[in-house]
């Protein structure tokens, strides 16, 4: 976290919910051709966001960028399983803005059972490994 010299260190933590997305995931050919929608809700944090003094749009995430991230993750290939799917938005998050953590949940709305259900969902967290002393190992 940064110090801004009067002793506080500020982080801030952005959350996006909702996010609906028509996709091409599943196990079975019905739900990779013809598709379903997704939501997300994504939580990550910018270790460093200057906006919380300078309120300048500059200093923070660009909120409408970081939805392009996850609608080309979830809409470029299909994965079987929403585990995957949900891990590579993650990766892809914190190689983007350097994020300490991440929790990125992808649900399924409309599932594909016989049994009466309002969603399934899987929330993956990621979280930046702790570098190791070099002479260790």
Do not use: W
Not at 113 to 123: F, R
């Amino acid at each position: 976290m940064e110090s801004h010299g009067n002793g506080i260190e500020s982080s801030a933590e952005i959350e996006l919910r909702g996010l609906s997305i028509y996709t091409h995931h599943g196990v079975s050919e019905a739900e990779q051709e013809v598709g379903q929608r997704l939501e997300f809700d994504i939580s990550f944090d910018v270790p460093d966001c200057d906006a919380v003094l300078t309120d300048r749009l500059e200093d923070t995430v660009d909120y409408g960028a970081v939805c392009d991230i996850v609608t080309l993750a979830a809409t470029e290939r299909s994965y079987k399983t929403l585990e995957r799917l949900a891990q590579v938005v993650g990766e892809r998050l914190m190689a983007q803005y350097g994020c300490e953590s991440v929790r990125v949940r992808a649900a399924k709305p409309e599932p594909p059972l016989p049994l009466a259900i309002q969603e399934v969902a899987v929330e993956v967290t990621q979280e930046r490994a702790v570098e190791e002393d070099e002479n260790e190992g």
